[in-house]
Antibody
Framework: QVRLQESGPGLVKPSETLSLTCTVS????????WSWIRQPPGKGLEWIGF???????NYNPSLKSRVTISVDTSKNQFSLKLSSVTAADTAVYYC?????????????WGQGTLVTVSS | EIVLTQSPGTLSLSPGERVTLSCRAS???????LAWYQQKPGQAPRLLIY???SRATGIPDRFSGSGSGTDFTLTISRLEPEDFAVYHC?????????FGQGTNLEIK
């Protein structure tokens, strides 16, 4: 059974960098593409970006200047860094697996982690 | 980017009823790469439909999807108590992938 688990600080100060990690179990991270997706409270979902185990990435242009996604195959993990955060970045952050190739269709999701941006 | 608009925003219905949810795209969705997800409070979204009309693994046949181009629908033929949730549409034919704002299906 594939499981994804997000981890990281639940509170980040404005202008600082949000850092989250997704740990994958039950599957090799090298077999699929992996994405980060977020959902502000009471709002819709927003795709942030994806990574493949070789390091190739694709980011949402709306966030591209502030986002870095990286992978650690030895730990079966991938990570998100979002710099210069503001209150607008407060959201539940999900990691998710692509169902096939780079196609941005997601079959397995983590439970999500709420990150609040506040001083 | 392709903007998806879902309607209605909220729908109040009773178990046993039939419901149709709408998702309209600002541009034609490539190859009908349109998906529907179900999300319950405090949970991650669950994939229901992909390719506009194909059910994901384990999804009951009371869920069906249709449409092409810019207009898509999700139909639940007979609502079960566990179907009351938020439904999101998503296009994955063109980057960036985008989602609708969701339709909240609530018990009447």
């Amino acid at each position: 059974q594939v499981r994804l688990q997000e981890s990281g600080p639940g509170l980040v100060k404005p202008s600082e960098t949000l850092s989250l990690t997704c740990t994958v179990s039950g599957d090799s991270i090298s077999s699929y593409y992996w994405s980060w997706i977020r959902q502000p409270p009471g709002k819709g979902l927003e795709w942030i970006g994806f990574i493949y185990y070789g390091g190739s990435t694709n980011y949402n242009p709306s966030l591209k200047s502030r986002v870095t996604i990286s992978v650690d195959t030895s730990k079966n993990q991938f990570s998100l860094k979002l710099s210069s955060v503001t209150a607008a970045d407060t959201a539940v952050y999900y990691c998710a697996r692509h169902i096939v190739g780079a196609t941005m269709l997601f079959d397995y999701w983590g439970q999500g982690t709420l990150v609040t941006v506040s001083s | 980017e392709i903007v998806l608009t879902q309607s209605p925003g909220t729908l109040s219905l009773s178990p046993g009823e039939r419901v149709t949810l709408s998702c309209r795209a600002s541009q034609s969705v490539t190859s009908s790469y349109l998906a529907w997800y179900q999300q319950k409070p405090g949970q991650a979204p669950r994939l229901l439909i992909y390719g506009a009309s194909s059910r994901a693994t384990g999804i009951p046949d009371r869920f069906s999807g249709s449409g092409s181009g810019t207009d898509f629908t999700l139909t639940i033929s007979r609502l079960e108590p566990e179907d009351f949730a938020v439904y999101h549409c998503q296009q994955y034919g063109r980057s960036p992938a985008t989602f609708g704002q969701g339709t909240n299906l609530e018990i009447k």
